[in-house]
Every structure is written in C-alpha cells, then in structure tokens.
T-cell receptor
Framework: EDKVVQSPLSLVVHEGDTVTLNCSYE??????LLWYKQEKKAPTFLFML????IEKKSGRLSSILDKKELSSILNITATQTGDSAIYLC???????????FGKGTKLSVIP | NAGVTQTPKFQVLKTGQSMTLQCAQD?????MSWYRQDPGMGLRLIHY???????DQGEVPNGYNVSRSTTEDFPLRLLSAAPSQTSVYFC???????????????FGPGTRLTVL
C-alpha cells in the first residue's frame, strides 16, 4: 500500500517568513510526486517532480525531490497572506492511474 | 471554458436514499476521477476513468458506482447513502492518460454531502 506523510500538519507564520513543507513517501515503482494548493475549495496543481525533473520553481515557490530519501520539500519565500492554504502532496506509481495523497499541511500566514 | 463543473454544490440525504452527483468537463479530457475529502484525511480516490466506456475502482469504491458514456460526463452514484459517506466530493480531469498527464488534474468546485 502506498503511503504519503506530510509534516507539519499545520503551521502559522508571519508575512515575509520563509517556510518549508515536507512530504515523505513509500511507494512501489515510484513515477512522480505532485504538489497541490487548496484554498477554500478545489485543489489547484502546483508542481510535478519526477526522476528526470527533480527541481521546480515558480515565483516564490520551489520544490525539490530527494529520490534517495524518498521525500520532497516545498519552499515558499517571502510569504503572503494569499499563501494561506492547505498544501497537498501526492504520489503516482509507475503504470498506475491512481494518485495517493497525504493529509496535507495547513499553512496560515498572518500579517 | 467552464472547466470542471459539479452539481449540486450541497446536498442533504437521509440514510438509505440514493442520488447521483454530476460532473462534467468541457476540455475534452480523457481522464476523469472522483475523490472524497474528509477532515484530516486528504483526498481519497473513489473511481476513475481513462476514457468513455472505461472505468476502474480507486482506494475507497464501496457504496459508489460510476459510468462514463461520454467523454464529457462522469456521474457518481450513491446506491444507498450511509452517514459514513458524509464528505466533500471532488471530480477532477486531466488531458491525457499518459502517466505524465494524470497528475496534472483540474478539480471541480466540490459537492458537500451530508447523510443523516
């Protein structure tokens, strides 16, 4: 059974801080790891990391895949109140169409 | 493009009732899926489809049926509602069934279902 563990479960920071969210996984025949952001409603896709693409960056957000440690981090620099959300990590097994999600990290950014 | 749409937004059922949650997408996506989200549980896959006429079970399929007669629509049926099915349900789609595409899913706004 595939397993995804995110930490911390919740986090409160002040605007301007830098945060690091963690995701570790156990999956047979790993294919890719994905990050989603969920504000009040539906999740929105952020990044996909694979063996051939272990680093992604978009603006103040960046993510790295550590294949040796079976983990990934999501960094957010210069946080803003608009970054407040639940960040979800998911993994995809090779040859599978099923994403396995972690429980998420709830980030709260206060002014 | 409307993207992924879901109806209804909210629904209250009594135990034993049946109902269908509707999902439609106008992006000509091959892959569609249904998830449920419970507090502190993340998203769990119920059923998915890789094209019209093709469906398969996810992690938590019991108590739910799906069909995919067209590319656009992927309804989820609750056969006999139970309080354990109280949850928020999300439909999602992606542009291809290649593994690189499945992960980049577009989610609908969700249906909040309460079973009394």
């Amino acid at each position: 059974e595939d397993k995804v563990v995110q930490s911390p479960l919740s986090l409160v920071v002040h605007e301007g801080d830098t945060v690091t969210l963690n995701c570790s996984y156990e999956v047979t025949n790993f294919r890719s790891l994905l990050w989603y952001k969920q504000e009040k409603k539906a999740p929105t896709f952020l990044f996909m990391l694979t063996s051939s693409g272990i680093e992604k960056k978009s603006g103040r957000l960046s993510s790295i895949l550590d294949k040796k440690e079976l983990s990934s981090i999501l960094n957010i620099t210069a946080t803003q109140t608009g970054d407040s959300a639940i960040y979800l990590c998911a993994v995809l097994r090779a040859g599978s169409y099923q994403l396995t999600f972690g429980k998420g990290t709830k980030l709260s950014v206060i002014p | 493009n409307a993207g992924v749409t879901q109806t209804p937004k909210f629904q209250v059922l009594k135990t034993g009732q049946s109902m269908t949650l509707q999902c439609a997408q106008d992006m000509n996506h091959e892959y569609m899926s249904w998830y449920r989200q419970d507090p502190g549980m993340g998203l769990r896959l119920i059923h998915y489809s890789v094209g019209a006429g093709i469906t398969d079970q996810g992690e938590v399929p019991n108590g739910y049926n799906v069909s995919r007669s067209t590319t656009e629509d992927f309804p989820l049926r609750l056969l006999s509602a139970a309080p354990s099915q109280t949850s928020v349900y999300f439909c999602a789609s992606s542009s291809g069934t290649g593994v690189g595409k499945v992960g980049e899913q577009f989610f609908g706004p969700g249906t909040r279902l309460t079973v009394l």
